[in-house]
């Protein structure tokens, strides 16, 4: 018989600015911080939803942010700093 499959266990920190992922490695019990698709640690909390194509994620996103044109124009395809409007009563 097959031994028994280890669980696995992550961790999101969904922060205001930055996201950090970790697993637990299940050699060692001991929990890694894993990088993400651009070899990085933190991956911005920017998601930019550009009209009919693929969402754009992180730093693929903060590109949008630099541009004060684009920003004016899609603010509404573009969520960052969502921690900071939740329980808040928004008027639009």
Do not use: M
Request: glycine share 6%; charged share 30%.
């Amino acid at each position: 018989p097959r031994p028994p499959k280890q669980p696995h266990y992550i961790g999101i920190d969904f922060g205001t600015s930055k996201c950090v992922t970790t697993w637990i490695n299940p050699k060692d019990g001991d929990a890694e911080v894993r990088n993400n698709s651009d070899d990085q640690r933190e991956t911005p909390s920017v998601v930019y939803f550009p009209a009919g194509r693929d969402p754009r994620i992180g730093l693929a996103a903060t590109d949008i942010l630099e541009n004060e044109a684009i920003v004016d124009q899609e603010s509404p395809r573009i969520v960052f700093s969502a921690k900071r409007h939740i329980a808040r009563r928004l008027r639009y």
